[in-house]
């Protein structure tokens, strides 16, 4: 009748001595232990649309260019494609191809291969979500919605095997930009019509880039291993394990005992304490925090209401109290990016946000607090709602708000919080009718998918999908629409200045908070890596120096 | 005995039938699809996706066939038909998160972790069932598993184990016995205190019983009493819960598994609602599902085994 | 047996059933702590030395000290005083839920047992399917379905927690109903009315009440899965599940964080089960004369 507890002792301790001398697998300076944090829905690079498979498919594939991420501006490189030319006036791109990149069995990689890969990403049967990266390409939208069945009049075309030639519908000034999306990554016609779905499987995966998949267990680990047929320089590390570890502070307590050498994302609670190690890194990312306005629903409709709540903010606080170290910006375009003006946006001042309140109609009533009447009807102002989804972050945000604009202002807010899916699916269901959508204000944030201004700005034209605050300007729309191809550096800035100037100030339909940052945690003995605002992590420039016995 | 297990699993059939049905409806009420998300896709690009996973048609009746008079097209042409007919066919259909993965290689890869962990967990109880049974100690230890959310007690014993002592690591699956040993402790302590707890109500009801004291008043051996005629009608109620026990068990506990790292399918029971995979969501409800009416149906025959009052019909 | 037809000896059983549970010194200590721990869910304003919402950034994260006395979390709220309002959501999660699922269940248990029959097989069939239904799944899609609020809560764990007592409930109908005393009333042209409410229910009620004192801990801690899995009660509301799951997150580098909240939950949740052996121990008639 041994009690359960002893036993259970016994056998902890039986095992932990039987196998801490045993296999407690040894570190070399070969492999690198990282963690992914969760498994890459795809790494089919025409199906994936996360960040995590999107790392991972970076390392497997090169793509025509590349940014060099330790450049500040994010220089585009050439990585297959040896050199380009840009003709008609930013109207044909064309990309000759080196001709000593291999695939990892052993066959060249050609211009045929990209067009395979481009094409699939608008042929309708693959149905992928990324298609419309390409509609700047003649002919591609129509290719994709079914009514152009040939081909050949798409522009796209491997005029023999190492030249890559595009035609645009029209010039636009980003386009270089879309020849490094993973997205569009050569692929084999061969494999992928042998194997379909299970092509991506590391016995049947055939890629170009500096390493090679060697074994995938789902939702745990994958193993990356130097490719030695890649024609770049080759990178230190012979073999990459990628951990799919969701829980983060399980990741730290792994990182804490070596078990991993990386992590890219750190426990809130944790990072006042490691921020004071060198271990610690943060940067700032290709990626702003915004209030959306719903424009159409009163008494948001009245501008002078959305400039009197711009400017009753005090972003720092909120940055401070989310302690990630968050960038407090009022500006849409984010740091480390062309275009991006701090200046622009209302900060904080509480007499000329009062001012607005009282040119929007409203008189104010001195109290113990402030409280504002409207002026004619003699009716209080109303309550707002703001909706986010749920999350920790968020909520604490939105109270923050709350109390900011009850303080400040004398405005009461509701919060109210939905699960992502839910949430998203009320924000879609405002346009039908945004006068009667249950909610005033509403948090989103946008990451980068190219580091160009187009991509922020374009997100609210009042054709733009994503715009949820219902609000439209021509003069905003046509300034985008005019930047998107206008090649001259001063030029675009001054345009992209007058467009946010609309945006947030005369108009007042968003108010940015933050610009997002980031954090990773990496040991001495992990060298060449760097914080980036694209959050990129190359395998092949990393390199270990550990302490060896 | 094999017809009752035979005639078992055929009444199950319209018992899943049922279930597929009512999730197929709960799933379509939920707000959101699986393809929603902030970014917005265009409405050209969303048709080629919806009309790829059958997500353009009608979910239960297809009213524009109807009027079109291809009066079976009305209920074949609909999303419920479409995954109906795959799933008669053994197919529960692509994953619509995890792009290019069937369901069934998702519950393939994932199950078996689940199994195997679930697997140890069950040998805690074996050794706890053949050392003991009403010691204090285990009692305390068992409470503990009842009265403690799972991932306070994984927090517990990755503190003590992982961080103050550094004897095991505080997650991962692969590569050796030390990476089983705190999931399965973590896991195993509640089904543990469970039946710890029920084998003491029961043997106290027990105890109390006529046979048990004509039993004693025959003079038989206080062990033999307590062996064959308490110990083992004490197992009946405890038989009763261990199908659903059993089936918790296997298809293993979203916390222990999201906090040590495990790749089995209990993370599936969260992800895929959140993810809104509908095929993912009507794949693991049903694996659940026959694991419990096959566990159930285990129990019943074991039932019979232990109690000669019970007759299989 | 028959002699719980008259009143006044039904209410000696109960007078001997207290008599038992306070011999019992566990479950004393545990009722007076579960009385103890109402209170201060009810006297929540009075106990807490700050609101749950005052944030005071520049004492951020302190360890237990003699203005904190638990300490403080990310945003300077003074743990102890979350703990105490924490009290008062998680009890009335529990009590709540346990009640809900209390009489749906008992209402849908004792119809199955005492009509029986065909109703009895089709009602039982229901509660098949819904047990083979994951509870998991089920009481994500309800809070996904019903949205963030308190409501969502009670309705999705009621959703799961009533099944099991609906089955406990017309297990011991089955059992009272073949009683020579009720049949007896039967007999005399008792209306079903007057037998379930006068005969069968005060027969029952030990083992219900017992029921209730597991089903209120099992709401507990379903409730603070539901915060770990980020489904459970949503600001400005805080319950132990809530405040354990936010410690969790660095229970490393702050391990207070998570003992404080993890600790409340593990006595009441041990107190309420203590309570439960003793009084099913003493509600026992079968014990009656030992």
């Known amino acids: 009748m041994k009690k359960i507890s002893h036993l259970l002792f016994l056998v902890l301790i039986s095992f932990t001595l039987l196998l801490s001398c045993s296999s407690r697998s040894k570190l070399t300076n070969d492999t690198l232990y990282f963690n992914l944090g969760t498994e890459p829905p795809s790494l089919d690079p025409s199906k994936a649309t996360d960040t995590t498979s999107n790392l991972v498919i970076e390392n497997l594939m090169d793509n025509l260019t590349d940014y060099d991420i330790s450049t500040p501006d994010l220089k585009i490189v050439p990585k297959v494609a040896k050199s380009w030319k840009i003709t008609e006036g930013g109207k044909v791109y064309t990309f000759t191809l080196r001709d000593d990149v291999l695939w990892t069995d052993g066959k060249k990689v050609t211009a045929q291969d990209f067009e395979y890969s481009w094409r699939r990403l608008i042929e309708p049967a693959t149905a992928a979500e990324y298609a419309y990266f390409l509609f700047d390409i003649k002919n591609a939208k129509a290719f994709n919605e079914g009514k152009i069945k040939d081909f050949s009049k798409v522009g796209i075309k491997a005029i023999n095997d190492h030249t890559f030639q595009i035609t645009l519908e029209s010039p636009v000034s980003y386009f270089l930009h879309v020849s490094t999306f993973s997205s569009l990554s050569p692929l084999r016609k061969d494999v992928i019509d042998q194997w379909g779905d299970r092509w991506t499987d590391p016995e049947h995966i055939v890629t170009n880039g500096p390493f090679k998949l060697t074994h995938w267990k789902h939702d745990y680990q994958l193993t990356l291993e130097r490719n030695e047929n890649y024609y770049g320089a080759k990178g230190k590390l012979k073999k990459v394990e990628c951990f799919m570890i969701v829980e983060q502070s399980t990741a730290l307590s792994l990182y804490q005992t070596r078990k991993l050498d990386i992590i890219t994302q750190v426990p809130t609670l944790d990072i006042p304490k490691l921020k004071q190690t060198p271990e610690f890194h943060s940067g700032n990312f290709l990626s702003t925090y915004y209030i959306g306005l719903n424009t159409k629903k009163a008494p948001l409709n009245n501008p002078y209401v959305r400039k009197a709540l711009a400017s009753s903010i005090n972003r720092n606080q909120i940055t401070e109290m989310l302690q990630k170290g968050d960038i407090p910006t009022s500006s849409l375009i984010p740091m480390g990016m062309q275009g991006y003006n701090p200046d622009l946006g209302y900060k904080l001042n509480i007499e000329q946000a009062q001012e607005w309140m009282k040119k929007a109609g409203y008189e104010k009533k001195e109290g113990n607090t402030i409280s504002w009447v409207h002026s004619k009807t003699k009716e209080p102002f109303p309550t707002i709602t703001f909706i986010y989804n749920t999350n920790e972050a968020h909520k604490t945000i939105a109270e923050d708000l709350q109390a900011q604009w009850k303080k400040n202002l004398g405005i009461t807010m509701a919060i109210d919080n939905q699960e992502w899916k839910v949430y998203n699916n009320s924000l879609q269901g405002s346009h039908t009718s945004p006068e009667t959508a249950p909610f005033h204000l509403f948090r989103l944030g946008w990451n980068a998918d190219y580091p160009d201004p187009d991509n922020f700005m374009s997100l609210f034209t009042s054709y733009s999908d994503n715009n949820h605050t219902h609000w439209g300007n021509s003069k905003f729309d046509s300034l985008t629409e005019k930047a998107k191809v206008i090649l001259d550096k001063t030029k675009r800035v001054d345009m992209y200045n007058k467009a946010q100037k609309i945006l947030l100030e005369e108009d007042t339909a968003i108010i940015p908070l933050y610009v997002y940052a980031h954090q990773s945690m990496w040991r001495d003995e992990v060298k060449g890596a760097q914080m980036n605002p694209l959050d990129r992590w190359y395998f092949d420039q990393l390199w270990l120096e550990r302490n060896i016995k | 005995m094999l017809l009752f297990i035979l005639k078992r699993l055929f009444i199950s059939i319209p018992v899943i039938f049922i279930l597929a049905t009512l999730t197929f409806c709960i799933m379509r009420v939920t707000p959101g699809g699986p393809f929603d998300k902030d970014k917005a896709i265009p409405p050209e690009i969303k048709a080629n996706i919806e009309a790829k996973y059958h997500l353009d048609k009608p979910t239960f009746i297809n009213t524009p066939a109807f009027y079109k008079k291809k009066w079976i097209h009305v209920l074949t042409e609909t999303q419920y038909f479409y995954y109906m007919k795959g799933l008669a066919q053994g197919d529960l259909g692509p994953s619509y998160k995890y792009l290019g993965r069937s369901v069934t290689d998702i519950i393939l890869d994932s199950l078996p972790v689940s199994v195997e962990l679930g697997f140890y967990a069950a040998l805690i109880l074996a050794a706890y069932k053949h050392n003991t049974w009403i010691d204090n100690a285990a009692m305390f230890t068992a409470i503990s598993g009842i009265t403690l959310p799972s991932f306070l007690v994984a927090a517990l014993l990755i503190y003590i184990f992982s961080i103050k002592m550094a004897w095991l690591p505080a997650g991962l699956w692969d590569g050796g016995w030390e990476y089983k040993i705190l999931p399965t402790i973590a896991l195993g302590l509640r089904p543990v205190a469970i039946i710890a707890r029920l084998m003491r109500t029961s043997m106290l009801d027990v105890i109390k019983a006529d046979y048990v004291r004509t039993a004693r008043a025959k003079g038989l051996n206080e062990v033999w009493v307590i062996l064959k005629h308490v110990v083992k009608n004490s197992l009946i109620p405890v038989i009763t819960i261990s199908g659903p026990l059993l089936a918790g068990i296997i298809t293993g506990s979203f916390v222990i598994e999201h906090v040590f790292a495990i790749p089995g399918i209990a993370k599936h029971f969260i992800l895929a609602v959140t993810n809104r995979d509908y095929t993912l969501i009507m794949g693991v409800t049903l694996v659940y599902a026959v694991l419990l009416i096959i566990a159930n149906i285990l129990v019943d025959v074991f039932y019979a085994l232990v109690d000669p009052r019970i007759k299989l019909s | ?290």
Request: net charge positive.
């Open chain 3, 1 to 290: 047996m028959s002699e719980t037809l008259k009143k006044s000896n039904s209410r000696s059983l109960w007078q001997d059933a207290w008599k038992r549970l306070f011999k019992n010194k566990a479950s004393v200590i545990s009722l007076i702590y579960i009385v103890g721990i109402i209170l201060v869910a009810i006297f929540a304003d009075v106990i807490a030395p700050f609101s749950y919402e005052t944030q005071s950034p520049q004492d951020r994260l302190l360890f237990p000290n003699t203005t904190y006395l638990m300490g403080t979390d990310i945003l300077g709220r003074d743990l102890f005083s979350r703990v105490i309002y924490g009290t008062r959501m998680s009890m009335s999660v529990g009590i709540i839920i346990a009640f809900c699922s209390l009489i749906v269940g008992t209402i849908y248990g004792s119809l199955s047992g005492y009509v029986g029959g065909r109703l009895d097989n089709i009602l039982m069939r229901i509660v098949d399917i819904l047990y083979t239904f994951p509870s998991l799944l089920l009481i994500i899609l309800i809070r996904v379905i019903f949205g963030p609020g308190l409501f969502g809560i009670f309705f999705a764990l009621t959703i799961v927690e009533w099944v099991s007592v609906s089955r406990i409930v017309r297990g011991q109908i089955l059992q009272v109903k073949e009683m020579a005393y009720v049949e007896a009333a039967r007999a005399v042209g008792v209306r079903h009315q007057t037998i379930i409410a006068r005969h069968i229910l005060p027969n029952i009620l030990g083992p219900i009440i017992v029921t209730l004192t597991f089903e209120i801990p099992a709401a507990i801690l379903s409730e603070s899965f539901l915060s770990f899995i980020g489904l459970g009660l949503q600001p400005p509301f805080s319950s132990w599940g809530s405040l354990a799951n936010d410690g969790f997150q660095a229970f490393k580098s702050y391990p207070y964080l998570i003992f404080f909240p993890g600790m409340a939950i593990f006595l009441t949740v041990l107190a309420f089960n203590l309570l439960g052996d003793g009084l099913r121990d003493a509600l026992d008639p079968k014990l009656k004369n030992t």
